[in-house]
């Protein structure tokens, strides 16, 4: 049997739309895209129905059955979501053997921790292939504080060979957990434009949020932020452009139509796919981004890279990563008044002003960089 040379991805985010439903699904593809340029990879994600895809000569996708709502979504004590649970567990996990069955994996990468990573600890240690983990957010902060859950996650961690995280207040969280060290990886995705203009020097200008219509990503805060602002604010305001959905969607519109009513320049959209996004964030001079719980969004990253200032909430890590390199405005607390605030800032800013600190944020968030990390620790690393 020939020397094992392939990588395998075991993950819950892979996309199977393209319609700009799956932010971090994108991430995902193009990060598989990226490593199948070092080496053979191999994907076990979610799909409709259990399917081998070959997308490419050194590239393969091993679907398993999936309700098309996340698994931190769905709540075990309903009947209906209990059995989606169960189902998407053994048909992952069987889906992991079948792509492990040839002994030609040399190393399993699990996006995220819960299952994936507990899927790659126990077919690995049957198989004998070693495995890292790279934890999100929800493995953490959400399945992390139920303690039975905690202490799979804490041997999830324990027996990877290397563990990350993508945040930086993650990574240490993340180490209070397994004691062992946990090093930030971010997510971030491939972008097509190349030379974006730069922003307006001056107002009026153009904000641009782009995100899932939930509590959490702020979305209700953003369009409170804007009844807030003044008659004469808005005369320095070109367009604000949303896109998204989710659940606050029937928020999202009410809020936006008393907006439309005094004719602000508004525009509402729905999900749009990552071509459309990165042509909405050039469109832009500003990207706002009002979460109230946030590790390091992917829209951030997609914004240091288009050369677009951010205007955030203080949540996170995007205190420390722009406090320390100038690339955007950052409000005082994470509430409307404070987001409106903070727009007053920018619209009596340089939206070009921030240049020198966004590209330095860019080449931190480097796609081809992180795969070849990966690629190296992986397998010259052992």
């Known amino acids: 049997m020939s020397t094992p040379d392939t990588l395998l991805l075991v993950t819950t985010s ?11 699904g994108s991430f995902v593809s193009d990060l598989v ?9 191999r994907v076990v994600a979610p799909g409709d129905k259990a399917l081998l895809e070959e997308i490419a000569p050194r590239l393969s996708v091993y679907r398993y059955p999936a309700p098309q709502r996340r698994l931190v979504n769905l709540h075990p004590w309903n009947p209906r979501d209990a059995w989606h649970i169960l189902r998407t567990l053994r048909a992952g996990k069987a889906a992991l053997r079948r792509a492990t069955s040839d002994g030609q994996v040399r190393h ?5 921790a819960l299952p994936t990573g507990q899927w790659a600890r126990v077919v690995g ?3 004998g292939i070693p495995y890292s983990v790279w934890m999100l957010g929800s493995d953490v902060w959400s399945l992390g504080r139920l303690p039975l859950v905690r202490g799979v996650l804490r041997n999830v961690m324990r027996d990877a060979r ?5 945040g930086l207040q993650l990574a ?5 957990i397994c004691g062992l060290p946990v090093d930030f990886l971010p997510t971030t995705r491939s972008l097509d434009t190349r030379e974006p203009p730069p922003p307006a020097a001056a107002a009026p200008y153009k904000f641009v949020f782009i995100g899932r219509w939930h509590r959490n990503k702020g979305i209700d805060l953003l369009l409170d932020a804007l009844t807030l602002l003044a008659d004469a604010d808005w005369e320095c305001i070109a367009e604000v452009a949303i896109y998204g959905g989710g659940p606050l969607q029937r928020t999202v519109y009410a809020k936006a139509q008393s907006l439309l009513d005094a004719q602000r320049p508004l525009t509402i959209g729905g999900f749009i796919p990552k071509a459309m996004a ?5 469109n832009a001079d500003w990207v706002l981004i009002p979460s109230r719980i946030e590790s390091i969004p992917v829209i951030f990253s997609d914004a240091m890279k288009l050369g677009r200032p951010v205007i955030a909430m203080p949540v996170g890590d995007l205190p420390r990563l722009m406090q320390n390199v100038s690339c955007g405005i950052l409000a005082s607390e994470p509430t409307d008044k404070a987001l409106a605030e903070a727009v007053k800032r920018a619209l009596h800013s340089a939206a070009n002003e921030f240049s020198i600190g ?16 990966i690629t190296r620790e992986a397998f010259i690393g052992e």
């Not at 895209?33 to 990879?41: F, G, N, S, T």
């Not at 240490?172 to 209070?176: G, H, L, N, T, V």
């Not at 990165?278 to 050039?282: D, K, L, N, P, S």
């Open 172 to 176: 240490r969280d993340s180490e209070a």
């Open 162 to 166: 290397r563990r990350y995280a993508d």
């Open 358 to 373: 966004i590209d330095a944020q860019a080449r931190r968030f480097d796609l081809a960089t992180i795969a070849a990390d």
């Open 108 to 112: 399993t990468l699990a996006l995220w």
């Open 14 to 24: 892979f996309p199977r739309w393209a319609n700009g439903r799956e932010a971090a």
């Open 125 to 127: 240690r049957k198989a």
């Open 278 to 282: 990165e042509r909405a964030i050039v």
């Open 33 to 41: 895209m990226e490593l199948a340029r070092h080496v053979r990879v």
